[in-house]
């Protein structure tokens, strides 16, 4: 179970998260994460008045009636309160999390949806310039050769029907 402080609750969080969060998805559900506000101002001075305390990560959940009936909606989002908790710490404070499960979820091993949760949340969570992916020691791609073009409009070769175009 979440504790209240750490829930959304709002309306207007869960619309300014799917408005302007970054997603990822996997089989079984998908998450937006929005990143905490900043701290400092535009002239890069601290604020005049910070908050006393920073805000504590708070994780919403999104079970939609395709998930099944009320029952398997609660139960669906109970398990995934269950899983969210221990990974709080992992989440700044002041960020919001929106966890959207899919159809599939209802029928996902705990495991399954464990692993899939951590890896969408490390994926909304990495910058936008990082990149997983690697090329490999100073190799450029290799280059693929384009197609011939046709005679014909369209792509197709001549023989594939059509007209052709000839100089005559």
Do not use: C
């Not at 395709?66 to 909606?73: D, I, L, M, P, S």
């Amino acid at each position: 179970m979440l504790s209240p402080k750490n829930r959304m609750r709002h309306s207007a969080e869960f619309g300014s998260v799917m408005r302007s969060g970054r997603r990822a998805s996997r089989d079984d559900l998908g998450v937006v994460y929005l990143p905490p506000p900043a701290v400092r101002g535009t002239t890069g001075e601290p604020e005049a008045f910070p908050e006393k305390t920073p805000a504590p990560p708070r994780v919403g959940f999104v079970v939609s009636k395709a998930v099944g009936g009320a029952v398997v909606r609660k139960r669906v989002q109970r398990r995934l309160r269950h899983l969210m908790r221990p990974r709080l710490s992992e989440l700044p404070d002041g960020s919001l999390l929106v966890v959207r499960a899919r159809p599939s979820a209802a029928t996902a091993r705990h495991e399954d949806l464990a692993a899939q949760l951590d890896g969408a949340i490390s994926s909304a969570m990495r910058p936008k310039g990082a990149s997983r992916r690697r090329r490999g020691r100073g190799s450029p791609r290799p280059q693929t050769p384009e197609p011939a073009k046709s005679e014909t409009t369209g792509g197709r070769p001549a023989h594939e029907g059509g007209e052709r175009w000839t100089d005559r």
